[in-house]
């Protein structure tokens, strides 16, 4: 086996538990190895570090696979890595039958990502290393997870930076393009052909069911409260009932009014509903995606509470936003002069009790943060104006290179510019299903956070 050795003055990254050696760091290469070969990484002075696979094109050019010296990644190799991974999986997500299984370099398997949907997986291959081993790692999915079918997902252009061409299509079994999964208690239709990456994030499914606190406790601000009442069968319960002192039959009178951007599969949309909303406004650019969240909230017979927007979430914030700044000149007419002989924009100017914003990744390179940067005030910024006195706004960011604490700042400097103070609640990062090995930063990669939006009098 080759062997590459590694600059003396290099910082021990590799010593720290990263699983990247960068071409940089590398001093010689003993040997001739094949792009895509397991490689043995020593140090300057002939230590054994780690086996990982070689790619000369690439800057990461060698993926650690293990600690141990190894001859192959064979089938028996990936079977005992994918037992693994299941494992940690059904203790974290006991009741889950639909989740990510491989998470890349955080499971030790660089360069592969599988999601299971009930008993199809989807997979995508994203290294050369990964992918001159393609039939083992098949034949040791099917040995560890006994799936009905295995689709892969390998059309992304991160392979290019590899060498390789994007590929999709069946790799085992059979694979309906639809697969109906079930996520705390919800149903939800994946579409593993079209869908974006492989048909859905479970990356957020805990902070999903994080939004359930939000959605009740709203019917006081419409003058709703409960009385006791005698029942036909002589009981007495507690009824809500308006200002006039009338019973309010509307079972979700206590209930949040929401606005989601960035739907996707409409899947906060779904939580919302569920935990108790009172109407959801449901919005995303693509109307493949919005078909989608449709499919999504009949299946779980929420249609009358939702209703869906095919629009740029930038465009609408902007033009709700603008809508209001009217609405607030009309009511100070008597103050100054303001025309009022301009109609006001038909459906501008309104406002949720909360206000979710879920948007795909800004910053895809270092370079591009100052850009994503503008791009999460943006939306930030509009979307707290809407929302509510008191209510919350909820939004992410999957960007990387867009670190926390800049996220956190960005949405400041926002509610600077809007007027407001915000009250973080909860920031959380990707489910349990996305394990991060500590050190590896590039593995931080989702922000998730929940504030309390108050207007500075």
Avoid at 255 to 275: D, I, M, R
Wanted: with cysteine; net charge neutral; aromatic share 8%.
């Amino acid at each position: 086996m080759a062997v590459v050795v590694l600059h003396k003055k290099r910082k021990k990254r590799l010593e720290e538990g990263h699983p990247w050696v960068y071409k940089t760091e590398i001093e010689r290469v003993d040997g001739e190895p094949a792009n895509g070969q397991l490689v043995a990484v020593h140090r300057h002075d002939g230590q054994y570090l780690a086996t990982g696979y070689y790619n000369e094109a690439s800057q990461l050019t060698v993926r650690i696979v293990g600690y141990e010296p190894l001859a192959a990644m064979d089938r028996a190799w990936f079977a005992d890595r994918l037992n693994v991974c299941r494992e940690l999986r059904e203790r974290f997500v006991p009741q889950a039958r639909s989740y990510r299984l491989v998470y890349g370099e955080a499971d030790f398997l660089p360069g592969l990502i599988v999601d299971k949907f009930e008993d199809v997986l989807v997979v995508q291959v994203l290294t050369l290393g990964m992918e001159l081993v393609r039939e083992e790692l098949v034949a040791a999915l099917v040995e560890v997870m006994q799936p009905a079918g295995i689709y892969e997902r390998s059309d992304v252009s991160v392979r290019k930076l590899e060498g390789l061409e994007e590929r999709k299509g069946v790799l085992y079994g059979d694979c309906p393009r639809h697969v109906t999964i079930r996520e705390n208690g919800l149903l939800l239709e994946v579409d593993i052909v079209e869908g974006q990456k492989t048909g859905y994030f479970f990356d957020q499914r805990e902070n999903r069911a994080a939004i359930a606190p939000l959605m009740l406790g709203w019917g006081k601000r419409s003058g709703i409260q409960t009385v006791e009442k005698q029942q036909d069968d002589g009981t007495v319960a507690r009824v809500p009932v308006n200002k006039s002192g009338t019973e309010v039959t509307f079972p979700y009178w206590d209930g949040a009014t929401v606005l989601e951007c960035f739907s996707h599969t409409g899947s906060f949309t779904l939580h919302a509903c569920k935990y108790g909303a009172k109407k959801v406004t449901c919005l995303d650019i693509s109307e493949h995606a919005i078909e989608s969240a449709k499919r999504n909230v009949e299946l779980n017979g929420f249609t009358d509470r939702v209703e869906f927007v095919v629009a740029d979430a930038f465009d609408y914030l902007r033009a709700q936003a603008r809508g209001l700044d009217q609405k607030k000149e009309r009511s100070q007419a008597s103050q100054r002069k303001v025309d009022t002989s301009v109609a006001l924009e038909a459906g501008k100017g309104r406002t949720w009790d909360v206000v979710i914003l879920d948007p795909p990744a800004f910053a895809k390179s270092r370079g591009a943060v100052e850009g994503a940067c503008r791009g999460y005030k943006d939306i930030n910024l509009h979307g707290m104006k809407l929302v509510n006195e008191g209510g919350f706004l909820v939004t992410a960011s999957c960007s990387y290179h867009m670190k926390p604490e800049l996220f956190l700042e960005t949405i400041q400097a926002a509610a600077t510019d809007a007027g407001k103070t915000l009250r973080l609640i909860e920031f959380r990062a990707a489910g349990t299903d996305h394990p991060r090995i500590l050190g590896v930063e590039e593995g931080h990669y989702l922000k998730f956070a929940i504030f309390e939006v108050r207007t500075r009098r």
